[in-house]
């Protein structure tokens, strides 16, 4: 599933240079012709994405694209990591029910063979637990517990790449910031004074990326929380579910020595008036 949002990625990726390089093209045509500023023309003659691409090159293509990089590829990690956690969903309850009925039917055997056909780390952790049950009910917990903090890894799988471009893409955008000022400072310089123009320009073009950068490290921190959410009721569902798995297994632990004893005694009671027959004898 990761290949497929990193191909996903990369077709952003390309698109987003085809709009690029379209947009220059735009600029040129612009330039070439008139002055133009689709910002200050009445809004309704003017799309969004023209808007955009105008902005995004007034940014600097170089640190401007560096942002873009970070948005298209921790969003692709974040819909890989909600759409995996969507399908780590299992209902608990009716599990442990099913299981409960394979037990009492069938045994051991028929109950890991309903969380083996089960999806979900809730199901993974009882098979561990279920292949252990010959070694007691102690080895079973402490499997059950051993693979849950396995289970909850695979879940934060991905999240640590998803902060770093949380951290990245302000710090891109100032960056972008500071390099901008540079440039307007070299401009102020280059013209001998301090013109208001000169000034406004540089500003404007500057602080563009470290909106940018801000913009992105919004939309991924909101995803980030979403799905740190998701891993927390997971987490709390398979812990609540492994202590129901082994009660539910010290229960028929006993219910089954019980049944064992009751049968040893049994035949006990049988043998009973032979033994007295072969003492009268």
């Given at each position: 599933?990761?290949?497929?949002?990193?191909?996903?990625?990369?077709?952003?990726?390309?698109?987003?240079?085809?709009?690029?390089?379209?947009?220059?093209?735009?600029?040129?045509?612009?330039?070439?012709?008139?002055?133009?500023?689709?910002?200050?023309?009445?809004?309704?003659?003017?799309?969004?994405?023209?808007?955009?691409?105008?902005?995004?090159?007034?940014?600097?293509?170089?640190?401007?694209?560096l942002?873009?990089?970070?948005?298209?590829?921790?969003?692709?990690?974040?819909?890989?990591?909600?759409?995996?956690?969507?399908?780590?969903?299992?209902?608990?309850?009716?599990?442990?029910?099913?299981?409960?009925?394979?037990?009492?039917?069938?045994?051991?055997?028929?109950?890991?063979?309903?969380?083996?056909?089960?999806?979900?780390?809730?199901?993974?952790?009882?098979?561990?637990?279920?292949?252990?049950?010959?070694?007691?009910?102690?080895?079973?917990?402490?499997?059950?517990?051993?693979?849950?903090?396995?289970?909850?890894?695979?879940?934060?799988?991905?999240?640590?790449?998803?902060?770093?471009?949380i951290?990245?893409?302000?710090?891109?955008?100032?960056?972008?910031?500071?390099?901008?000022?540079?440039q307007?400072?070299?401009?102020?310089?280059?013209?001998?004074?301090?013109?208001?123009?000169?000034?406004?320009g540089?500003?404007?073009?500057?602080?563009?990326?470290?909106?940018?950068?801000?913009?992105?490290?919004?939309?991924?921190?909101?995803?980030?929380?979403?799905?740190?959410s998701?891993?927390?009721?997971?987490t709390?569902?398979?812990?609540?579910?492994?202590?129901?798995?082994?009660?539910?297994?010290?229960?028929?632990?006993?219910?089954?020595?019980?049944?064992?004893?009751?049968?040893?005694?049994?035949?006990?009671?049988?043998?009973?008036?032979?033994?007295?027959?072969?003492?009268?004898?």
């Amino acid at each position: 599933m990761k290949k497929i949002f990193m191909f996903l990625a990369v077709v952003g990726l390309l698109a987003v240079s085809a709009q690029f390089a379209a947009a220059q093209t735009d600029a040129a045509a612009a330039q070439g012709t008139e002055e133009f500023d689709p910002f200050n023309a009445p809004s309704q003659d003017i799309p969004l994405h023209q808007a955009l691409k105008t902005k995004f090159i007034e940014g600097g293509p170089g640190f401007m694209t560096l942002v873009i990089v970070c948005l298209i590829i921790g969003l692709a990690l974040a819909v890989e990591r909600i759409l995996y956690l969507a399908l780590s969903k299992t209902n608990t309850k009716k599990l442990l029910d099913q299981i409960e009925a394979a037990l009492e039917e069938g045994g051991v055997e028929a109950a890991r063979e309903v969380c083996v056909n089960t999806r979900g780390p809730v199901a993974a952790i009882f098979v561990q637990g279920f292949d252990r049950m010959d070694q007691g009910i102690d080895n079973v917990e402490k499997a059950v517990v051993s693979y849950g903090s396995i289970q909850q890894s695979l879940m934060e799988k991905g999240l640590s790449w998803i902060s770093l471009f949380i951290a990245i893409a302000p710090s891109l955008g100032f960056l972008g910031t500071v390099v901008g000022m540079i440039q307007a400072f070299d401009a102020i310089q280059a013209a001998g004074d301090i013109s208001p123009n000169v000034v406004a320009g540089g500003m404007k073009v500057a602080l563009i990326t470290t909106v940018g950068g801000l913009i992105v490290a919004v939309i991924l921190q909101l995803f980030y929380n979403y799905i740190l959410s998701q891993i927390d009721s997971l987490t709390i569902e398979m812990e609540d579910a492994s202590i129901a798995l082994v009660d539910m297994l010290v229960d028929y632990k006993e219910a089954k020595e019980g049944g064992v004893k009751v049968k040893e005694e049994a035949a006990e009671v049988k043998k009973a008036p032979a033994k007295k027959a072969s003492a009268k004898k």
